[in-house]
């Protein structure tokens, strides 16, 4: 059960958008619209920040958004806060009753 | 508000057992799918097990397939791992997650217990 592919890091400026992106295949992401996405600062519980390719959860902020194409899924945060340094996950549904993550993604927000 | 507390882990030798706990509460427990998903030091999340919210269903990772059983009581708002037959690669930080509710995710995730598998 191989990972989705995410890149290790990223970077970007305070207030600027970046977007983190999450490789799987025909079976996970690309046959599934149960994509999603966790904030993770480590020492704490991770928290799902995207679900369903691109919906938020009460209470998270809009800066956060997520879409899908083929077998790759997005994530992508605008206007960047120090705040938002930290690990990101993706995460599908796949076939045959399986869940798979990503590998993770560092972001620093320089 | 919702709430998941995990017990249960510690050091184990390899090919030992260890069963986790996880308390859930805020939520009608009997109506979600729970799930356990672990972190290895230094690496990424990796799903471990599901249960659907009657315990009627069950799915495994590979890694762990025969080795590992999800149960749950919905009378104690418990889910429980029994670990079996532990390996060194086995060590990691086991989170007890619930499910989203109409959507395969993990919306709530617990503070985690640590796992170590050594002689």
């Known amino acids: 059960q191989s990972a989705l592919s995410q890149p290790a890091s990223v970077s970007e400026s305070p207030g600027q958008s970046i977007t983190i992106s999450c490789t799987g295949t025909?079976?996970?992401?690309?046959?599934?619209?149960?994509v999603s996405w966790y904030q993770h600062h480590p020492g704490k519980a991770p928290r799902l920040i995207i679900y369903d390719v691109s919906k938020r959860p009460s209470g998270v902020s809009n800066r956060f958004s997520g879409s899908k194409s083929g077998t790759t899924a997005s994530l992508t945060i605008s206007g960047l806060r120090a705040e938002d340094e930290t690990l990101y996950y993706c995460?599908?549904?796949?076939?045959?009753?399986?869940?798979?993550f990503g590998g993770g993604t560092k972001l620093t927000v320089l | 508000q919702v709430q998941l507390v995990e017990s249960g882990g510690g050091v184990v030798q390899p090919g030992g057992s260890l069963r986790l706990s996880c308390a859930a509460s805020?939520?009608?427990?009997?109506?979600?799918?729970m799930y356990w998903v672990r972190q290895a030091p230094g690496k990424g999340l990796e799903w471990v097990a599901f249960i659907r919210y009657d315990g009627n269903s069950k799915y495994y990772a590979d890694s762990v397939k025969g080795r590992f059983t999800i149960a749950r009581d919905n009378a104690k708002n418990m889910v429980y791992m029994q670990m079996n037959s532990l390996r060194s690669e086995d060590t990691a930080v086991y989170y007890c997650?619930?499910?989203?509710?109409?959507?395969?995710?993990?919306?709530?995730w617990g503070r985690g217990t640590l796992v170590t598998v050594s002689s």
């Open positions: 025909g079976s996970d992401i690309g046959d599934s619209n149960s």
């Open positions: 995460s599908s549904y796949r076939a045959g009753d399986t869940w798979v």
């Open positions: 997650v619930k499910d989203c509710w109409g959507s395969w995710c993990f919306e709530v």
């Open positions: 805020g939520f009608t427990f009997s109506s979600y799918a």
